[in-house]
Structure formats: structure tokens, C-alpha cells
């Protein structure tokens, strides 16, 4: 199997990705990032000129219930459990200044 990555460019990923390497780690990389590739480079020698081209593996559809008018809590109830309320709403802390 030819190198397609060196230790250099392992080192270079993991700087970009704000990781610290032991050696070990990184010659560890260095073989996994090396066989994935490899991998990749065996995948395109497959003949994919007949196989139609798909957005998702499984087909998807969208599953929707009937909307349906229901009795809500009252205000009251709404705001039982809130640790702060002011007049008829929630009191939340500032989170945006001035």
C-alpha cells in the first residue's frame, strides 16, 4: 500500500483541530487516516455511471397529524410553577445589555 498520508500532515490536522498528540497518537492516526484513504481510493473504482443518484438511502416521507382544536391551560396553571412571574408573564433574568 502506497503512503498517502505522512506524519506532517497528521500533525497539521491535528493543529487545525486544536489537538495535542502523543507520538504514539500520532503514528496511530497516521495509519488509520492512511487506510481510510485507501479505502476511498478503492471505492472509486467502482462503476457508478448506472446507479441513480439519491438524496437518502431509505425513502422518507413526512408523517403529519390532523390538527385539532384542544382546551389550553389557564393562565393560572400556565404559571403554577414558574419561580418568578410579573403580572400575567414568566420574569426571566436580563440576558441582553444595553
Given amino acids: 500500500m502506497k503512503k498517502i498520508i505522512d506524519r506532517e500532515q497528521v500533525r497539521y490536522i ?7 498528540l502523543s507520538e504514539e497518537e500520532e503514528e496511530k492516526f497516521t495509519r488509520q487516516l492512511g487506510e481510510i484513504l ?12 448506472k446507479v441513480p443518484f439519491t438524496s437518502h438511502v431509505l425513502p422518507l416521507r413526512n408523517v403529519f397529524r ?5 382546551e389550553s391551560l389557564s393562565e393560572k396553571e400556565a404559571l403554577s ?16 445589555g444595553n
Avoid: C, G, M, Y
Avoid at 14 to 20: D, F, G, I
Avoid at 38 to 49: I, N
Avoid at 66 to 70: C, G, I, N, R, V
Fill in 38 to 49: 485507501a479505502w476511498v481510493d478503492k471505492l472509486k473504482e467502482l462503476d457508478t455511471s
Fill in 66 to 70: 390532523e390538527d385539532e382544536l384542544k
Fill in 14 to 20: 491535528a493543529h487545525l483541530a486544536r489537538l495535542e
Fill in 81 to 96: 410553577n414558574a419561580p418568578q412571574k410579573k403580572r400575567s408573564h414568566f420574569q426571566v433574568p436580563k440576558v441582553i
